[in-house]
């Protein structure tokens, strides 16, 4: 299926054969031979505070160098406790209940192989974050897609779903399902109405939620909050609670994330983590620690400066002729194509980068049925105002 690559012999195992090369990659390798301003992956181009690049460099030149207990330093595990206490979210032992990985995105591959068998089904929604497709076929789990769908282009409401298909896609082989809220890529924050109907459903199939909050602080609308399902009524003993520091210090390349829960969840997640990366990097874990503790100024300030070049890159899609979906939260707006000439997403974000010189995603790769985002194109707004200001210029010839 994967082209043998440079005359080589593909030698990819068959479970990861359909994947081929990530879409980033492709859209990045155009953004570099265009010029383009990438507007594509989501990460800042800017850096997280001074301060918590100190705490790193402190953590390094204290000598936190040897390999960390396989679960986490205990700073580290006691902070992640202790900030979900300090929001009202559940309480958890740090030493039995939270472990440390390299980034959410081990915790997501993990939760998936410590705690499905190949042939358990797994309900995920679509549009959805990449790996979680890639972890059900590395777990030889089957998924079952609930889709997310977009409001009427221009009206301002948000992404929604049909409980009537969430309920078809519970089974009795479902074993779990991953919620992402804040969502990636629809910014949609799932209500707490939204959050009972699918704790039911896992209560009812006796089915494990794993949630991504990873984007757990960057929501921006007035009345928004963010629920965490396992404070939902029958849900603490059933919620495996995902999360990194990645987005919420502007430091996605630190990769230090977490799942809590249950001991026999957590339990789980350490069988596959003792073995995939057994720990995470010591310093980073000391500055996580201390970027958790001391961090909600910053966390704000994040929080309103996201939310206006949120608005401003809407501004700018808008009168380059898109129309932007209103997005409540994370670092990405999905905008409708609308009436720009072109055939399709793939096509778009194809000529953007050579033709403007902006590079952004195509989203039907974040859907097991392409055809059903072929009509968006993701924009990520977590850049400096420079950087979207020039876009802004760049993209305002497609009006033209
Ligand atoms: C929904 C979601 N989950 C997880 C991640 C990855 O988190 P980490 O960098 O902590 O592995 C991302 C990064 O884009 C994401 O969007």
């Known amino acids: 299926m994967v082209p043998a690559m440079g005359g080589a012999r593909a030698r990819i195992a068959d479970r990861l054969a359909g994947f081929g090369t990530s879409i980033f990659t492709e859209i990045t390798g155009l953004a570099l031979a265009h010029g383009a301003v990438n507007l594509g992956q989501g990460f800042p181009d800017f850096d997280g505070p001074g301060w918590i690049k100190d705490a790193a460099t402190r953590a390094m030149a204290a000598g936190h160098h040897q390999y960390p207990r396989m679960f986490g330093v205990p700073e580290l595990n ?3 406790a202790a900030q979900y206490s300090r929001r009202g ?7 039995r209940e939270v472990t440390v990985t390299t980034g959410c995105t081990e915790a997501i591959c993990c939760a998936f192989l410590g705690l499905l068998n190949p042939g358990d089904e797994v309900v995920l929604f679509q549009p959805f974050f990449d790996i979680y497709r890639a972890a059900t076929a590395l777990s030889g789990v089957t998924p079952r897609f609930v889709t997310l769908r977009p409001p009427a282009p221009g009206s301002g409401s948000g992404f929604w779903f049909d409980p ?5 896609a519970f089974s009795s082989r479902t074993r779990a399902i991953v919620v992402n809220t804040p969502h990636n890529p629809t910014g949609k924050v799932f209500t707490r109405e939204e959050l009972g109907l699918i704790a039911d459903l896992c209560v009812r199939h006796d089915a494990v939620a794993v949630t991504d909050e990873v984007y757990e602080h960057l929501f921006y609308d007035p009345g928004v909050e963010h ?3 396992a404070t939902l009524p029958g849900m603490r003993e059933r919620t495996l609670t995902l999360s990194s520091i990645g987005k919420t210090f502007s430091v996605t390349g630190w990769k230090i994330g977490w799942a809590a829960g249950p001991a026999d969840l957590t339990g789980a997640v350490r069988a596959a983590h003792q ?7 010591t310093p980073m874990q000391h500055a996580a620690a201390e970027a958790l503790e001391r961090g909600h100024g910053a966390i704000a300030a994040l929080r309103s400066d996201l939310g206006s070049r949120r608005d401003e890159l809407a501004r700018i899609l808008g009168h380059a002729g898109f129309v932007p979906h209103h997005a409540p939260s994370g670092y990405f ?8 000439p072109f055939a399709d997403d793939r096509e778009a974000c194809r000529r953007l980068p050579a033709e403007y010189g902006v590079a952004a995603i195509p989203p039907s790769v974040f859907y097991d049925d392409p055809g059903l985002g072929s009509r968006m194109v993701r924009f990520a707004f977590c850049k400096r105002r420079e950087t979207i200001e020039e876009a802004g210029r760049r993209l305002a ?3 033209r």
Do not use: Q, Y
Request: charged share 20%; hydrophobic share 45%.
């Open 78 to 80: 006691r902070a992640i």
């Open 89 to 95: 979210g559940p309480t958890f032992d740090p030493e």
């Open 164 to 168: 009537e298909e969430l309920r078809s």
């Open 227 to 229: 629920v965490f399902m």
């Open 275 to 281: 073995f995939v990366t057994f720990s995470s990097t």
């Open 333 to 340: 707006i999905m905008a409708d194509l609308g009436g720009l």
């Open 397 to 399: 010839g497609l009006r």
